[in-house]
């Protein structure tokens, strides 16, 4: 069964300083894994996935993530912080294995707070 | 294009009631997944529609139900209320492909309280 573990729940960085949420995954099948991000009051916004084409995603905001198979890992990264980035941030998995399901399955979420 | 829609926004229940939360799809989605999310137990799935079809479920007692109709929108109820369920309940929707990396699209949500 697939599931994915996210190490720290809060986070706090300053403007303009790196982002890294941790992200680490577990799964029977090569992965489909997704970055979501969620604002107060709000649902969930797609910021990336990975679907095996490369191993450096890109998305959107100017987040980026690695997949790492070696590591099991697939990391959130941003180079410089801005406060509109302030939001509690989800990795998922999918738990399709082979079946007919759009199910995820997600970590308990980052909380990222931002500091000027 | 318009995004998922879901209606009521906020909706305060009784203990006991029940409450039906309704889901509006992107236009040309047929599938549709609902989650619950709480601070203490996170996102969890509850489940997935595709076609008028239940796909798959999740762990929640018979309490909880729903269904799809023939335009994809979709609704879930809940019975008898108990404390316990308030929560944000969130619905994607997604174009059905079979394999895992289609993307969901989520709407805002229906942030139930029952006092």
């Known amino acids: 069964a697939q599931s994915v573990t996210q190490l720290g729940s809060h986070v706090s960085v300053s403007e303009g300083a790196l982002v890294l949420l941790r992200c680490n995954y577990s799964?029977?099948?090569?992965?489909?894994l997704f970055w979501y991000v969620q604002y107060p009051n709000q649902g969930l916004q797609l910021l990336l996935k990975?679907?095996?084409?490369?191993?450096l995603v890109k998305g959107i905001n100017g987040f980026e993530a690695e997949f790492k198979k070696s590591e099991t890992s697939f990391h959130l990264t941003k180079p410089s912080a801005h406060m509109s980035d302030a939001a509690e941030y989800f990795c998922?998995?999918?738990?399709?294995?082979?079946?007919?399901?759009?199910?995820?399955?997600f970590g308990t979420g980052t909380l990222l707070a931002v500091q000027p | 294009k318009a995004g998922v829609t879901q209606t009521p926004r906020y909706l305060i229940k009784t203990r006991g009631q029940q409450v039906t939360l309704s889901c509006s799809p992107i236009s040309g989605h047929r599938s549709v997944s609902w989650y619950q999310q709480t601070p203490g137990q996170g996102l969890q799935f509850l489940f997935e529609y595709f076609s008028e079809t239940q796909r798959n479920k999740g762990n929640f007692p018979g309490r909880f139900s729903g269904r799809q109709f023939s335009n994809s929108r979709s609704e879930m109820n809940v019975s008898t209320l108990e404390l316990g369920d308030s929560a944000l309940y969130l619905c994607a929707s997604s174009l059905f492909t079979g394999v895992g990396n289609t993307e969901a699209f989520f709407g805002q949500g229906t942030r139930l309280t029952v006092v």
């Open positions: 990975y679907t095996s084409a490369a191993t």
């Open positions: 799964s029977s099948v090569p992965p489909y």
């Open positions: 998922a998995v999918s738990a399709w294995d082979g079946g007919a399901t759009n199910k995820l399955i």
